[in-house]
């Protein structure tokens, strides 16, 4: 089998240490692996497949060696910089930072929605995290019942913060005042993710809204979105109100969500079974529940669906777009 040499752009960070673990348990055939990281962690040992490898301070002079495939997850401001760098080299870059997400030459992929889309670029973007768990439920309904709107309320987890979120809820347990966001997040909710702009959407809210649009190949699809960051140390769960073209067969809907890969569907009530992002924890599948006809509209439905952020709605995500170019 070939295998290929990868670099990990930010490889002490959460996503950046999750690549890894996914790495290795998905079995990616790598020869040479190159971690870069600030200079902050330069020097820091790391183990991958019972090899120590030494992290390497990221500068544009990295990208000099034999590399095939770069795993971005390091911010936009630097993806923005490094990436074009990378590319230059002949390297093909997977970025995970919204700096590249709507740029209409730039793929935006989901591999279970729409794997078509990576085509030959040396650039692609991996979605948001929140965007990620939504539209793989949603492109199967889609193509059932074609989607006429859509209305989203999340719970989103602290580890979509990365390190300081995790530390700003487990210091504020303790009593201590938050450093990482504008209000204590322990015992609380905030809707409040990013920045808000002048139209008082915040910036997570127009990514959900953009990024479905470009996955599902919609660009008027009419959708809404707020926010929240929940007290949940991983794993995010998403309220979603769907409106469809068509009738719809309540049975015949679960079913097919049933035998899509990649999807579980958690959906007993009499059993008090449905998604919690306690049971996604460290699964790549996207869990699906509480799915119940909005009698208020027309051909109306809520789903409850949940996942863990940071492997399938970000690593994991990225390692199978990796795996879907090596395929190419």
């Not at 752009?9 to 950046?16: E, L, P, Q, R, S």
Request: glycine share 6%.
């Amino acid at each position: 089998m070939k295998k290929y040499n990868i670099a990990i752009v930010g490889a002490t960070g959460m996503v950046g240490r999750t690549f890894l673990k996914v790495l290795e348990e998905r079995n990616f055939p790598i020869g040479n692996l190159y971690l870069l990281a600030s200079s902050k962690s330069k020097g820091i040992e790391v183990n991958f497949k019972n090899k120590t490898y030494i992290v390497e301070e990221l500068t544009p002079e990295s990208f000099n060696k034999e590399i095939d495939i770069a795993l971005f997850s390091a911010g936009g401001n630097l993806s923005k910089k490094m990436a074009p760098i990378a590319i230059s080299h002949g390297i093909t870059v997977i970025d995970n930072s919204s700096a590249w997400r709507m740029d209409p030459t730039v793929p935006l992929v989901v591999p279970e929605v729409n794997p078509e889309a990576i085509k030959k670029n040396k650039l692609i973007a991996n979605p948001n995290c929140s965007t990620i768990q939504v539209v793989i439920p949603l492109k199967v309904l889609d193509d059932l019942y074609g989607i006429k709107r859509v209305i989203y309320s999340t719970y989103q987890a602290v580890s979509g913060s990365g390190v300081a979120g995790v530390k700003d809820l487990k210091n504020g347990i303790e009593g201590k005042e938050p450093s990482n966001y504008p209000h204590p997040i322990a015992f609380n909710c905030l809707p409040h993710i990013d920045d808000f702009t002048e139209n008082g959407y915040t910036k997570e809210e127009l990514k959900m809204i953009d990024e479905t649009r470009k996955i599902l190949d919609k660009p008027n699809l009419p959708i809404t979105s707020t926010c929240v960051r929940v007290p949940v140390e991983n794993g995010h769960s998403i309220s979603v109100n769907l409106e469809f073209e068509k009738e719809f067969n309540l049975a015949e809907l679960k079913e097919t969500l049933k035998n899509k890969k990649g999807i579980v569907l958690q959906d007993d009530i009499k059993n008090n079974i449905y998604p919690m992002p306690i049971n996604a924890n460290g699964f790549d599948e996207v869990f699906v529940g509480r799915i119940r006809r909005d009698y208020s509209i027309k051909n109306g439905i809520n789903l409850w669906i949940v996942a863990d952020n940071i492997r399938k709605g970000a690593a994991t995500n990225t390692v199978q777009i990796a795996e879907l170019l090596i395929k190419q």
